[in-house]
């Protein structure tokens, strides 16, 4: 549930400047008075997203919904921040584009939190492919998600065909029966 405080609303003409935003806009761009940037282009203030932008209000200006997502810097501060952007039209009496609505909710949290993830994901890539050891972690079903430089060494596999469910074939046919309890007795203890 998104709550409606927690949500900017920005009107726009068709070529994507400013007519008006709600409060919550205004606090975001940390402004004191809106007046300045009235008229001027919101597409631009989204810098390095300003492409996706365009291409959300040059949808929404043809009828349909654009979307994207994007970050920019607040005014006074220089805060980063990150936001899910739907740029939807308002029609006319004849069902034609009139101006826009853009609704932007804050993700910066989730942004933030993705990076993390991703650094640690790339910590432990890192580390297990510099471990002297077969390294490989597969998911409930048993399909391989992951393999260690070291394995792919050792046992001449591709990536490819390691992943999946072709890892058991890098189990010498002596060991994959008790291999394959092994591995159905830690499952299930998970």
Known sequence: VVELDSVRRDFLDLAGHLLLMNGRGQRAWELEDRTPVLGTSWVACWAD???????AVARAAQGATGHF???????RTATLTWW????????????HPDRLVAIARD????????????ESETRFRMLADSAPVLIWA?????????VNQPYLAYTGDTLASACGQGWPRAVHP????????????AHAQH
Do not use: M, N
């Open 49 to 55: 997203a300003a492409p996706q932008a365009a291409a």
């Open 69 to 75: 997502e994007g970050a920019y810097r607040t005014g």
């Open 84 to 95: 899910d952007v739907l740029v939807t039209p308002i029609l006319d009496s004849q069902g």
């Open 107 to 118: 993700i910066t949290v989730r942004k933030a939190a993705e990076q993390a993830l991703h």
């Open 138 to 146: 597969t998911d409930a079903s048993g399909a391989c998600q992951f």
């Open 174 to 185: 002596e060991d994959a029966r008790g291999y394959r309890q092994a591995w159905q007795t």
